[in-house]
């Protein structure tokens, strides 16, 4: 009897070809939410009782001068294997960490800001489908992904689209933010900053000098916020092996030098990452085309991930589906109900929210490969990028904690 796409699963994560967000028997590395409530900890905010590896990340890192934490977008463990022992990245105290699933920059800042899954969080996916509202979101840059119109002019508010309460913006403090000038008060940022300041910069080294002058004038302890998208966003359009991938990759563990060198010991400053990367070949992408047949089955046009994609099944079409996707994918991919990606905690350790399961959708697809799914019309720029990231493949996965 063929195994079933559960067992599928089952058998790539026990294989090691996948990592689970979180091993059942607690053996597993740190998380990203063990750092994010480590963080907020560090800025004030109380652990629960059996915030263990949040308690031991806090105690890693210390609490005895302010922290500066920076999220460096898509540094996956992969990246920092290539860096030489003498430099600043490649030389710090290095722990292991675990992305939450889907791997990708929504849940997993979504996490950093509320430390919690995505399960609880609900916002899994960059294309995140609201399904009260009928739309699918691109959500933190809080347009509808078709049109890119603004959600407000939906009705959506910022306390919709992100239901759960930032712990950054809750706890006793300070805080201070550093993003790029273009997102520095965004929805989303706003959102997980609250109202503490922010800082915005045009470029790495104003964002260097300005965390430095910052702390430097700081007379208490707190966490300092600097969030850099350059290896993400290199990664992305030319794969994580490019030449302009080395190049912002370099300049980002130069800058972090920088700061550690003109701070002298000011400051502790702790680099993580939201997810790693992996580089997709034309033979690994399909692209499913607005008039697909196969759309006849579903509620609203796939969303999620192209390394996750997700689906919305109209009533008493899942067997039709199902079948029509395992017929066309089901050698590469395997395709998971909502309720099993749920038993397996792929979305973290509890049961989905009402409002995470709504936008989920009924069916999520899986590969233990480097296959995406692209949804859209052939000009789809997503179809054209190199990097990838949101499964669960080991480079995906893996993040490293640095502290310096």
Partial sequence: MPASDRDRVEGWLAEGRLLRPIEPDGAGPPTTVDLARAVAHIGGAPLGGDDYAAAALAERIGVDRPLLFVLVDGLGDVFVDRLESTSALGGAERIGLRSVFPSTTAAALTAIATGEWPATHAVPTWFTHLHRREITATILPFVERGSNTALQRFGVTPDEAFPCPSRLAAMPGPLRTYHPRAISNSEFTSYGRGGWPTDPYDHL?????????????????????????????????????????????????????AIAEALDGQARIAISADHGAIGVG???????????????????????????????????????????????????????????????????????????????????????????????????????????????????MSIPLLLL
């Avoid at 794969?239 to 990759?249: H, S, V």
């Avoid at 792929?346 to 049961?351: D, K």
């Fill in 205 to 257: 080294r104003d964002a260097a000098a300005g965390v430095v002058e910052r702390i430097a004038e700081q007379s208490e302890r707190g966490v300092h916020y600097l969030y850099l998208p350059m290896v993400d966003s290199a990664s992305h359009r030319v794969g994580p092996d490019g030449g302009d991938t080395e190049q912002a990759l370099r300049a980002v563990d130069r800058a972090i030098g």
């Fill in 282 to 396: 034309a033979q690994e992408k399909s692209l499913m085309l607005p008039d697909d047949s196969i759309l006849d089955e579903l509620h609203t046009p796939p969303h999620g991930e192209p390394r996750v994609p997700m689906f919305c099944v109209r009533r008493g079409r899942g067997e039709a589906f199902a079948g029509a996707f395992r017929e066309r994918w089901g050698e590469r991919w395997a395709l998971l109900s909502r309720a099993e990606a749920e038993e397996l905690a792929l979305f973290g350790p509890g049961p989905l929210s009402e409002l995470a399961a709504e936008r989920i959708g009924d069916y999520i697809g899986i590969s233990a490969g480097r296959e995406i799914i692209v949804y859209g019309e052939p000009g789809n720029p997503q179809i054209s990028l190199r990097g990838f990231h949101a499964g669960m493949l080991p480079e995906e």
